[in-house]
């Protein structure tokens, strides 16, 4: 199985401190944010890695290069500009295979077992075209995205309770067919499409997830690492 790390954001929020770094680089508990979803990535045998990049992402290839010292195999999507989230995978579809891909956002820590993808993709239903993990509400985003019935993801009707989507996702190439390469698109008309369909499957992560969009969230999270209070970014 191959996997994606979206790591394309100009990391606004997080100015000044992304002004001379990538947001992917800006570092946690020791580490760069990115660091740590390789690594989980190749401890439970997913090994070849692609990332989309713009905003200073050469210095995203210097640092981790072809990934030997990880134990991975790297492969970058640079983008001229940034193309959102879909258009990014579309313009990477090439380095992840034909089969369903795991999609990482970049800027999120999170304790969702990696291995869990390789069990999704073994699962995979024929129509299907995306498995979503989704969490409980943060403060920042309290309504929520998605709803969860069963494990089938939808819009939420009105006054039905919501999940928020982690920024992790199982993919199926079919899902982006009719974007073209370099194209500006964004993942979720894509999903509330495919979710119309009954295409997407999903599952509700309990454990620990943070979306780091800001540096007080970044430093929470450095706070948390180095005080053991989560085994995994």
């Keep these: 199985m191959k996997a994606m790390i979206l790591a394309a954001g100009r990391g606004e929020r997080m100015r000044p401190l992304t002004d001379h770094c990538p947001k992917p680089l800006l570092q946690a508990g020791g580490k760069p944010l990115l660091q740590w979803h390789i690594e989980a990535l190749a401890e439970v045998g997913i090994c070849h890695v692609a990332i989309n990049h713009a905003h200073l ?5 210097n640092h981790f290069g072809a990934g030997e010292a990880l134990g991975v195999q790297l492969s970058y999507s640079p983008e001229a500009t940034a193309l959102e989230t879909a258009g990014g995978i579309r313009q990477a579809l090439h380095l992840l295979g034909g089969g369903p891909f795991l999609v990482v956002n970049g800027d ?7 291995r869990r993808a390789l069990e999704i993709a073994e699962n995979w239903k024929s129509e299907q075209l995306a498995h979503l993990v989704m969490v409980p509400n943060p ?3 309290p309504k929520g995205d998605f709803a969860l019935q ?4 939808k819009l939420p ?3 039905e309770a919501a999940w928020t989507f982690s920024g992790i996702g199982v993919y199926h190439p079919d899902l982006f067919k009719g974007l073209q390469a370099g194209q500006v698109a964004k993942l979720a008309p894509l ?5 119309a369909a009954g295409k997407v499957q999903g599952e ?3 454990g620990f997830w943070m979306d780091i969009g800001t540096p007080e969230r970044l430093e929470e999270l450095n706070q948390r690492l180095h005080s053991g209070r ?3 970014a």
């Design 57 to 61: 992402g050469h210095l995203i290839e």
């Design 108 to 114: 999120v820590a999170c304790g969702w077992p990696m």
């Design 139 to 141: 403060t920042h985003n």
């Design 150 to 153: 069963g494990n089938t993801v």
């Design 157 to 159: 009707a009105p006054d």
């Design 191 to 195: 999903l509330r499409e495919a979710m």
């Design 204 to 206: 509700l992560f309990d």
């Design 230 to 232: 989560t085994h995994s």
